[in-house]
């Protein structure tokens, strides 16, 4: 009898703790695939529809020069990468915590972009802070806020060179 009971009790706890270990799902190559590597392609050739397509209509995006908001936001983009005669430039992103649910993540990261100009490489660092919302099936971008300083610090190569995550870019 006490064998019997001590059976029930290993399967009972065997039970909750499989019902207690749900894996839950990595979203991190489905974002990548769908909104980062877009992003890239996006930012890097100024092909405003493909940026704009990435973010949600009603996407918040805060900088150091304030906040604008969905239509505002995304007419700011085509007028700004319409501009003529810019110098090229390139994106990549290195991710430091991704957060994840079935159609909502946050993100945290740096990125790096590099400007070309009379034959001159320039790069600027900086660290983002994503919201990113599921919407028919494909990741966008809901809200975006990045810096270039922490706590009064210049964000530079070195901190970016500490991340040792996959690197997205071009």
Sequence with gaps: MKQLITLLIMVCISCISHSQ?????????????????????AYNSRNAALYNDIH????????????????????????????????KRKIEFKHEHRIHEKDIAYEVGYFKVTYFKEGKEESYFGRFSVLLKKEGGKWK????????????????AKDYKKLDSKIIKE
């Design 21 to 41: 270990q749900k894996e839950k799902h990595d979203f991190s190559k489905e974002i990548d695939t769908q909104l980062w590597e877009q992003f890239v392609k």
């Design 56 to 87: 949600t209509d009603d996407i918040v995006r805060i900088t150091k020069r304030g906040i604008r908001q969905g239509e505002t936001f995304k007419k700011g983009i085509i007028k700004s990468y319409g501009r003529a005669n810019q110098p």
């Design 141 to 156: 971008i809901a809200q975006d806020w990045d810096v270039d300083q922490i706590n009064g610090v210049a964000i530079t």
